[in-house]
């Protein structure tokens, strides 16, 4: 992994449904496929488990960027999730960016239980993005700093 | 506070050779609640199972956290090491540190140190873990088989030998499949029908089999062991209970010019038909697209002729509505379309065939009565090609990137076969690799090219030349004597690519399966749970889930009824404890959760409440435990946070969310 800023080390949270996403995170794994440590899996059962609280407290609590990954489309484990999830998402997104927390650095992406290969690309290509745009500061809860 | 127990896996040198596992098990002693953290080389062996259960009782221990391998390949050994020792089975969290951090990161200092955060996440949220117990629901015990070749008749017969009640849903009007369609079979040369269609009648007599053909799955709704299914059954115009399949009606039918498929278009059947000699069942089907007296009212030959009444032009799709506790999905494979692959002149000459025709022309019962006759000019062909790996191995995009798996062997099949009935007719091979592993495989291949005299080139084919004299110039390079070859041949036999079927799509929606990007069906596990889907319910039986020969399919549709009878087996079965549950006192009656759940699991009811002193009789939402899947849209549809999930509630998302971003 190039880092273009060697000091500044992003924090991204990744949220990754149980059936497909999280199953492509192990697959990447299986095959070796490197991406930064910097990303942080937390494992639920469908994108549409993800309240936007949940992405709001990350960026509170001083994450640099949030990265949603479910089924594709027409493939949810159950039927409808990542439809509802897409709909929440495209919302919360363009809330952010309205409050100067830029669209890159929130992402959502499909990523089957097939795609080891794409699941790290993206985390390559997410950790790229974010580090480029540096450390976020809107939002952040001073109080938590320490 | 819970008692908190800390076990770190070095799952040999998987996780120990990049993270110091000694220092992730140090940094996590020291997290709030953590009474004991220890590490071992192997947790998920006997004497590491022994060392979480003798800790969890040394320390009264009330939550677990695992740092291991994927929660999808252990969790399940865990809870049950944890329920052991008295604990319940929901108190223990696993850190993924190998699949998600040793096995990517090369750096140890990083690797650790990520190791350390996702165990203070999985800490975080074992405080917040409450004990669950899982309901039960009873298993219905009746499976379906969705496809009738060799694989699902296989499944179904030894699910009914078991026992259990199957169905057989079949898209086509006869069961039977690809290997109805085959002459003789690799590497043993039996026929193919001799041994298939005992088996297509033993189906046929089973009385706990029943075969719904020219039907099709339109809809599944419901859960392991209790799946509600609607088949379609399409409409084919003749009374199933009254026809005798005497094929009188497919004697008379004028409509004379409809492309045979059994036969792969290679000769022509009526309008009225029934697939093959031995099909079952042998019922006539009408083809609404050719019949003439469906299409203009004009005709009714058919019905003339009949003896028994069966025929009934005004017959309609219906509906049929069952139960079943197990869905085994058989859907089978085709061969790809050749039209990306001109430069072979499959669509320019009638002398390039797919091998998958040159059975048919071989097979005693096919459009030539297994006389080996070119399909232009009915004549000898003295000069066979045989091109392998067309649309495999294809890293171009045009093709599939895999290997279909059975050409290699099918050929040599057809080389010997040739070989053996014209010992005038020259056989080349062009291939780019052989690969014949199996038993007697290999043994078979070398056969072919030792004693039948079969002239093997590796090398690929650039063209075949259609000449104006009727014969074809194949075009290619022998790599081995590095020379340009022009070969005239009477006849092109193209080992086309398997893919899966056309159906295999939808299917796995509705079923809401996964499949891998080449649509075939992706199993539990590759090596330790190879016939289940990761759906539970879900099981994989032959070529849906990947190119299989036939002896490795009826191993899989074996292997596949096996775990089908394990389920029904059972009387009831546990369900999954992760599911939703609404704060009564917070929810506000406003529906939005119910119209999000895509299984009906929501419904409102009135309750009386005290409030302030008083009786209060507010709308109030509950969920059913047995129908809710835990999905979670639910609980971000719900405005006033009454609704949560088990297991992966808002506020230990939450935990992990705070325990991610404090570093």
Redesign the interface.
């Known amino acids: 992994m190039q880092m273009v800023n060697k000091e500044f080390k992003p924090k991204i949270v990744a949220f990754c449904c149980n059936w497909c996403s999280y199953a492509g995170a192990d697959l990447a794994g299986t095959n070796r496929l490197q991406y930064p440590a910097e990303v942080k899996i937390i494992r639920v059962p469908c994108s549409c488990r993800v309240n936007p609280m949940f992405i709001l407290r990350a960026f509170q609590r001083g994450a640099d960027g949030v990265i949603i990954c479910g089924c594709h489309p027409g493939d949810c484990h159950y039927t409808t999730g990542n439809y509802y999830a897409r709909r929440r998402m495209t919302l919360l997104f363009s809330m952010l960016d309205f409050l100067g927390i830029e669209k890159e650095r929130t992402r959502l992406e499909w990523v089957s239980a097939a795609e080891g290969q794409k699941f790290a690309s993206t985390m390559n290509d997410f950790v790229k993005t974010v580090t480029e745009l540096g450390e976020n500061k809107r939002l952040e809860d001073l109080r938590c700093k320490k | 506070m819970q008692r908190i127990g800390v076990f770190v896996c070095h799952c040999g040198t998987n996780i120990a050779a990049t993270v110091d596992v000694k220092a992730v098990a140090e940094a996590l002693r020291h997290e709030p609640g953590v009474v004991v953290s220890e590490e071992y080389q192997y947790m998920c062996s006997e004497a590491g199972q022994e060392l979480i259960k003798n800790a969890i009782k040394e320390n009264a221990l009330t939550g677990v956290v695992v740092c291991s391998c994927?929660?999808?390949?252990h969790e399940a050994t865990f809870r049950k090491t944890v329920a052991a020792a008295g604990l319940n089975p929901y108190m223990l969290e696993i850190a993924?540190i190998?699949?998600?951090?040793s096995?990517?990161?090369?750096?140890i200092e990083?690797?650790t140190?990520?190791a350390i955060?996702?165990g203070r996440?999985a800490i975080a949220k074992v405080h917040l873990n409450a004990p669950l117990t899982a309901g039960e629901s009873p298993v219905v015990k009746r499976a379906l088989v969705i496809g009738g070749g060799i694989a699902g008749i296989q499944t179904a017969l030894d699910i009914a030998e078991a026992g259990f009640e199957v169905d057989i849903v079949e898209k086509n009007p006869t069961i039977g499949g690809k290997m109805t369609q085959l002459d003789k079979t690799f590497p043993t040369l039996d026929c193919a029908a001799c041994i298939l269609t005992p088996k297509m009648v033993d189906c046929a007599q089973n009385d706990k089999i029943k075969i719904y053909s020219y039907s099709e799955v339109s809809e599944v709704k419901g859960f392991v062991g209790n799946f509600d299914v609607t088949i379609k059954r399409k409409a084919r115009y003749v009374d199933e209970n009254k026809c005798t399949g005497c094929g009188l009606c497919t004697e008379k039918c004028p409509q004379k010019k409809v492309p045979n498929e059994f036969n792969l278009g290679l000769d022509n059947r009526r309008a009225i038909y029934i697939p093959f000699a031995q099909a079952v069942p042998k019922i006539a089907t009408i083809d609404a697209d050719y019949c003439t007296m469906l299409k203009s009212g004009k005709c009714g030959v058919c019905s003339k002729v009949c003896t028994v009444g069966a025929i009934d032009y005004k017959q309609q799709d219906t509906y049929v509505n069952e139960k079943y506790g197990a869905i085994v999905v058989a859907t089978g494979f085709n061969p790809i379309k050749l039209d990306k692959y001109d430069e072979f002149a499959y669509s320019q000459s009638a002398d390039v065939i797919t091998s998958l025709e040159l059975e048919r022309l071989m097979n005693a019962a096919g459009p030539n009565g297994g006389t080996l006759l070119r399909p232009s000019d009915k004549k000898h062909p003295h000069r066979i090609a045989f091109i392998q790996c067309v649309g495999s191995r294809c890293d171009d995009g045009k093709g599939k990137s895999y290997c279909s798996k059975i050409c290699c062997m099918y050929t040599a099949k057809h080389a010997m076969l040739i070989r053996e009935k014209y010992p005038d007719t020259e056989v080349y091979v062009f291939y780019i690799d052989v690969r014949t592993p199996g038993k007697n495989f290999d043994e078979f291949y070398r056969r072919a090219v030792e004693e039948y005299g079969v002239n093997y080139v590796k090398g690929m084919v650039g063209k075949v030349l259609p000449e104006p004299d009727g014969t074809l110039t194949v075009r290619a390079s022998d790599l081995l004597n590095g020379q340009q070859l022009n070969l005239s041949c009477d006849l092109v036999v193209l080992a086309a690519a398997i893919e899966p079927d056309n159906s295999a799509r939808p299917l796995?929606?509705m079923l809401?399966a996964?499949?891998?990007?080449n649509d075939f069906f992706?199993e539990a596990h590759p090596k330790l749970r190879p016939v289940e889907s990761?759906?539970a319910g879900i099981f994989l039986s032959g070529a849906c889930q990947g190119p299989k020969d036939i002896p490795e399919t009826v191993s899989q549709a074996s292997a596949c009824a096996a775990k089908v009878i394990g389920l029904l087996a059972k009387n009831t079965l546990k369900g999954n404890p992760?599911v939703a549950h609404s704060n009564e006192l917070l929810c506000n009656g406003c529906s939005s959760c119910e119209k999000?759940c895509?299984y009906g699991a929501i419904s409102y009811s009135d309750k009386e409440f005290r409030i302030n002193g008083k009786m209060v009789t507010r709308r109030v939402a509950s969920v059913n435990p047995a129908v809710c899947?835990?999905?979670?849209?639910c609980?971000?549809?719900c405005p006033s946070g009454a609704m949560d999930?088990n297991g992966?509630s808002?506020s230990q998302?939450?935990a992990?969310?705070?325990a991610?971003?404090?570093?």
């Open positions: 994927s929660p999808r390949m993924n190998r699949e998600q951090v096995w990517i990161h090369k750096n990083e690797a140190e990520k955060i996702l996440a796995a929606t809401t996964s499949m891998d990007t992706t990761p759906t992760c999000v895509p899947q835990g999905c979670g849209a609980t971000v549809a999930l992966f808002n998302i939450m992990e969310v705070d991610i971003c404090k570093w």
